[in-house]
């Protein structure tokens, strides 16, 4: 793959246009572009699919500028206060994004717009072409079959918004590269969110304002960060046994992995998941003890919305003062019925991916404890 400077040139090539924009993303790239060629040790089709990747989310800063140049008024309209779902992975937060998308009363972010967000949707003649493309490099497989719920219109996660700004949970998901993932861990990624909120307003332009529901577990590593560009957002956390969660990241990072690389590294997976999501509870946790900010919460235990998805919704929308309308229900109720079962796989042995429960519980140790708070269960 060629170097990150080599890469600008082409996207410009391709799009036709010259700007890029605030130039923060460059330093993630250089770095993503560099632990590539390093330490990916990527096979034909991932070197492929990452390079392709990159120069698509190149393109469409390219895009996007071009549109706020011809549109400056685009960044005058106001973001109605969202509702960010911030949760550990694998806790049924994909399934609450989906059920929160049959209101018709919000806006969410639908995986191909995630995909391509240029032109904005209102100036597109229906239907849009854009519908039901993939929203990431895996596309139509067996392994983003198997673990998202599907639709047309389905609900996507701010990670492709995010990786606009080349940081991304994406990239680490999709290859092994150490280097770039110590450096994310440790970045600010206020432009990140800045710019995450520049496109969603280019994705409103010419649309009635509703509120925004988005969410990605990635979230819970930059609290601090995503608060500062969104200081009026509400969150919604879903709870799950950390050990349940940790098995069944790494297994999709594994199967993820599988794509783009002939050497599969498990161990590392189960490492860098473990530590992770430890270290982003841990943030969470610093977050919600700040004066104010834990009851900007609203907490859902992954049982709970098992045993009674549309009732703990409600709970939710009790708790925003907005009303579950007859179509909404009838939305969710279609949703659920079509993908309860979502999670269909033989779980494999945690020592295959180097994991010992005792010590995922015992880093997760903080958050145990205040799960038993937040989101008791059973309930009492």
Same mark, same amino acid.
């Given at each position: 793959?060629?170097?990150?400077?080599?890469?600008?040139?082409?996207?410009?090539?391709?799009?036709?246009?010259?700007?890029?924009?605030?130039?923060?993303?460059?330093?993630? &790239?250089?770095? =993503?572009?560099?632990?590539? /060629?390093? *330490?990916?040790?990527?096979?034909?089709?991932? @070197?492929? $699919?990452? #390079?392709?990747?990159? &120069?698509?989310? =190149?393109?469409?800063?390219? /895009?996007? *500028?071009?549109?706020?140049?011809?549109?400056? @008024?685009? $960044?005058? #309209?106001?973001?109605?206060?969202?509702?960010?779902?911030?949760?550990?992975?694998?806790?049924?937060?994909?399934?609450?994004?989906?059920?929160?998308?049959?209101?018709?009363?919000?806006?969410?972010?639908?995986?191909?717009?995630?995909?391509?967000?240029?032109?904005?949707?209102?100036?597109?003649?229906?239907?849009?072409?854009?519908?039901?493309?993939?929203?990431?490099?895996?596309?139509?497989?067996?392994?983003?079959?198997?673990?998202?719920?599907?639709?047309?219109?389905?609900?996507?996660?701010?990670?492709?918004?995010?990786?606009?700004?080349?940081?991304?949970?994406?990239?680490?998901?999709?290859?092994?590269?150490?280097?770039?993932?110590?450096?994310?861990?440790?970045?600010?990624?206020?432009?990140?969110?800045?710019?995450?909120?520049?496109?969603?307003?280019?994705?409103?332009?010419?649309?009635?304002?509703?509120?925004?529901?988005?969410?990605?577990?990635?979230?819970?590593?930059?609290?601090?960060?995503?608060?500062?560009?969104?200081?009026?957002?509400?969150?919604?956390?879903?709870?799950?046994?950390?050990?349940?969660?940790?098995?069944?990241?790494?297994?999709?990072?594994?199967?993820?992995?599988?794509?783009?690389?002939?050497?599969?590294?498990?161990?590392?997976?189960?490492?860098?998941?473990?530590?992770?999501?430890?270290?982003?509870?841990?943030?969470?946790?610093?977050?919600?003890?700040?004066?104010?900010?834990?009851?900007?919460?609203?907490?859902?235990?992954?049982?709970?919305?098992?045993?009674?998805?549309?009732?703990?919704?409600?709970?939710?929308?009790?708790?925003?003062?907005?009303?579950?309308?007859?179509?909404?229900?009838?939305?969710?109720?279609?949703?659920?019925?079509?993908?309860?079962?979502?999670?269909?796989?033989?779980?494999?042995?945690?020592?295959?991916?180097?994991?010992?429960?005792?010590?995922?519980?015992?880093?997760?140790?903080?958050?145990?404890?205040?799960?038993?708070?937040?989101?008791?269960?059973?309930?009492?």
């Amino acid at each position: 793959m060629e170097g990150y400077r080599d890469l600008l040139d082409v996207a410009r090539n391709e799009a036709g246009l010259e700007n890029f924009g605030e130039d923060s993303f460059l330093e993630p &790239l250089e770095i =993503l572009s560099g632990s590539i /060629e390093r *330490e990916a040790k990527l096979n034909a089709a991932g @070197e492929e $699919a990452m #390079r392709g990747l990159i &120069l698509r989310y =190149l393109r469409q800063r390219l /895009e996007v *500028e071009e549109w706020y140049r011809l549109h400056p @008024e685009t $960044a005058d #309209r106001p973001l109605e206060a969202p509702l960010f779902g911030v949760s550990l992975p694998r806790t049924g937060s994909t399934a609450l994004s989906f059920l929160l998308s049959s209101d018709p009363g919000i806006r969410y972010l639908r995986a191909w717009e995630s995909a391509q967000p240029f032109p904005p949707p209102s100036t597109v003649d229906r239907p849009d072409p854009r519908r039901g493309n993939a929203s990431n490099a895996i596309g139509d497989t067996e392994t983003a079959n198997r673990y998202t719920p599907s639709g047309i219109d389905g609900a996507f996660e701010c990670l492709d918004l995010m990786g606009l700004s080349f940081c991304s949970q994406m990239f680490i998901a999709y290859a092994k590269i150490p280097t770039y993932h110590q450096w994310l861990m440790d970045a600010d990624l206020t432009s990140t969110y800045a710019y995450e909120k520049r496109v969603l307003k280019m994705l409103q332009w010419g649309e009635e304002l509703r509120p925004w529901r988005l969410k990605t577990p990635m979230h819970i590593l930059y609290m601090d960060h995503l608060d500062k560009v969104f200081p009026d957002a509400r969150f919604v956390m879903t709870h799950r046994d950390p050990t349940d969660v940790i098995l069944s990241v790494a297994t999709i990072y594994a199967d993820l992995q599988h794509y783009f690389t002939d050497e599969p590294d498990p161990v590392f997976a189960g490492e860098l998941n473990a530590s992770m999501w430890s270290e982003g509870m841990n943030r969470l946790i610093a977050f919600r003890d700040k004066p104010g900010n834990d009851e900007r919460f609203y907490d859902i235990h992954f049982r709970a919305m098992q045993e009674d998805p549309i009732g703990e919704v409600r709970g939710l929308y009790d708790w925003l003062g907005e009303e579950v309308t007859p179509a909404f229900e009838e939305g969710m109720k279609a949703f659920w019925e079509e993908n309860e079962a979502r999670e269909r796989y033989d779980k494999p042995d945690p020592a295959f991916f180097g994991l010992d429960y005792d010590d995922v519980r015992k880093r997760f140790a903080p958050y145990l404890e205040r799960m038993k708070g937040w989101a008791p269960w059973p309930k009492a």
